[in-house]
């Protein structure tokens, strides 16, 4: 089950970048849309980024104009990505991946720990 393969995170100091993805084995014709959540210490975990089937992307306000979510389908591989720059400590969080079929239980990653430091 998608995904098969979580990378990146770890920690960056003020202003830098980093760039995590997930991928696995499956096909864009079965997902209705992808995104990316956050939950920081103590809250809630919360959405920052869609990407849909056809390809429209939004964004929570917190991430405009710094994070950008991307994918990738290519060889049956499904791939999704989120490019995160001018990181501020308060992006520090577990960042999951998350995939809606047409049908069927969402899927989500593991999750990967991004820590900003000032």
């Known amino acids: 089950q998608w995904p098969q393969v979580e990378s990146g995170g770890g920690t960056v100091q003020a202003g830098g970048s980093l760039r995590l993805s997930c991928a696995g084995s499956d096909t864009m014709s079965k997902i209705n849309t992808m995104a990316w959540y956050r939950q920081a210490p103590g809250k809630q975990r919360d959405w920052i980024a869609l990407i849909t089937n056809g390809g429209t992307t939004t964004y929570d306000d917190s991430v405009k104009g710094r994070f950008i979510i991307s994918r990738d389908t290519a060889e049956n591989t499904l791939t999704l990505v989120l490019q995160m720059n001018n990181l501020r400590p308060e992006d520090t969080a577990v960042y999951y991946c998350?995939?809606?079929?047409?049908?069927?239980?969402?899927?989500w990653g593991k999750g990967t720990l991004v820590t900003v430091s000032s």
């Open positions: 998350q995939a809606r079929p047409w049908y069927g239980s969402d899927y």
